[in-house]
């Protein structure tokens, strides 16, 4: 994967998930019902995206092209 194409991807998943937090898009889920694993949905939804973006990064932390370079030095 090309450095460029990774840096975009990386843009992306960064911002995805904040635009999932803030208005317009957290009026989605701004409501008190259902209640999943005992809490109310809105809080649900800011843990779901947390929990997206850590696995996101983790992921693209894997597939980062300087990783190699980092090791050989």
Do not use: C, H
């Amino acid at each position: 994967m090309s450095k460029s194409k990774f840096n975009t991807i990386y843009i992306a998943v960064g911002l995805i998930p904040f635009l999932m937090l803030v208005f317009p898009f957290f009026e989605i889920a701004n409501r008190a019902t259902p209640i999943i694993f005992g809490l109310p949905f809105s809080f649900f939804w800011v843990i779901l995206w947390i929990v997206i973006t850590f696995v996101a990064l983790v992921v693209l932390y894997r597939l980062d092209p300087d990783q190699d370079e980092e090791e050989d030095v």
